[in-house]
């Protein structure tokens, strides 16, 4: 089993609470950005090319504490940027699992063995390491020789101190399915508690813009990747979801079960787009115009997205929106999706729509932003 049986309670009964109280707009997840700098500047990553004064700020321990109580989401992620570069990031993670959230903290590990006993161990925390595929693919993703090798060793030490630990990989144009499939069995093989798989999405201000998946290219790779799975396998991810990534569900997209709270605020309407900015988390939900985001509004923003913070809170919907959503989780968490079809695009070239390309550093330093 990929996650506790006490987190895998704890959603569900959080989820019926909101269903037999009537809300249709509930947050699952809360994404909380307590500061956008990094170490890294990935091609497919816009965080770190804001301008400098910008990259500087960084939420206070009480901001995030009053977020994630005007919020009541039963998990928090925290993403960035980096959020082990945060100063008093090991406050913000006592806080947190003071109130018993289940807390996703997202790390490309490379300050992960630097800054790990600043924390302890316990079932509400677990280092989500960013690691896009085996080691030459990730190095190429992150433009960093090595990193590969820092975050795995990074999560070796992390498992031995008795963290839970799980990986987190966004695919992109080009990504070679028989190697992610590889990538899958390396992690297994490393003892990380489970995966979690995303297309790229196109964030505006990410140095690369040609390499993000459209949809049926997304279904395409997921169905080669995902079918004819290893029972070993285990991903940190709703089934329902998996399948809607390999084609086989259709969904609309819910942007407010997963809301992003960061230095500006709460964002508009989700963690991929900005449309502006609320002062509380009611005022999110009652004025955001919810009709304009999703494929279904039209909105060209949206019309390639297939993103597990837009989609997955859809599948968890379906799972406890009725009998028949509950028995297909049950039989998509047992099924190995046997397909011959799939098997044959495994052995086919991988053809990206663009050339692959190096994206160089941008031009503000990373070390004119560090605190």
Not at 233 to 258: A, D, I, V
Not at 283 to 311: F, Q
Not at 348 to 356: K, W, Y
Request: glycine content about 8%.
């Amino acid at each position: 089993m990929s996650v506790p049986v006490s987190q895998m309670w704890t959603v569900a009964s959080y989820v019926i609470r909101q269903k037999l109280a009537g809300r249709k707009q509930y947050p699952l997840v809360l994404m909380l950005e307590p500061l956008f700098r990094c170490n890294l500047a990935c091609a497919g990553c816009g965080k770190i090319q804001y301008p400098a004064h910008i990259l500087k700020r960084q939420l206070t321990p009480e901001e995030c504490f009053k977020a994630v109580d005007e919020c009541g989401a039963p998990v928090v992620s925290i993403p960035g940027g980096e959020p082990l570069m945060h100063p008093e990031i090991e406050k913000i993670v006592a806080g947190l699992v003071a109130r018993k959230k289940y807390i996703y903290l997202c790390t490309n590990a490379l300050l992960l063995k630097e800054k790990i006993r600043l924390f302890k161990p316990t079932k509400y925390l677990t280092f989500s390491v960013h690691l896009d595929g085996e080691r030459e693919h990730h190095d190429f993703a992150v433009c960093r020789e090595g990193g590969y090798d820092i975050a795995v060793d990074a999560v070796r030490e992390a498992l031995q101190l008795g963290f839970r630990v799980t990986t987190n990989t966004t695919l992109f144009d080009g990504a070679d399915p028989k190697s992610v499939r590889a990538f899958f069995d390396e992690m297994m093989k490393l003892g990380v508690e489970g995966m979690m798989l995303s297309p790229g999405y196109s964030y505006e201000k990410a140095p690369d813009q040609q390499h993000f998946l459209g949809r049926a290219r997304t279904r395409r790779l997921f169905r080669a990747i995902l079918s004819n799975r290893k029972p070993n396998w285990q991903f940190n991810l709703s089934p329902l979801f998996l399948e809607f990534l390999m084609g086989k569900r259709h969904y609309p997209c819910t942007p407010w079960g997963m809301p992003t709270y960061n230095i500006f605020g709460w964002q508009k309407p989700c963690y991929l787009l900005q449309d502006g900015y609320a002062d509380t988390f009611d005022e999110l939900i009652r004025e955001t115009e919810w009709a304009n985001y999703g494929t279904e509004s039209g909105n060209p923003h949206c019309a390639n997205c297939m993103v597990h913070s837009g989609y997955e809170a859809s599948a968890v919907n379906d799972t406890f929106g009725s009998l028949s959503g509950f028995l297909a989780t049950v039989k998509a968490t047992f099924s190995r999706y046997p397909d011959a079809g799939a098997l044959r695009l495994l052995d086919e070239p991988v053809t990206p729509a663009h050339p692959l390309v190096q994206i160089a550093t941008p031009s503000a330093s990373l070390e004119e932003t560090r605190v």
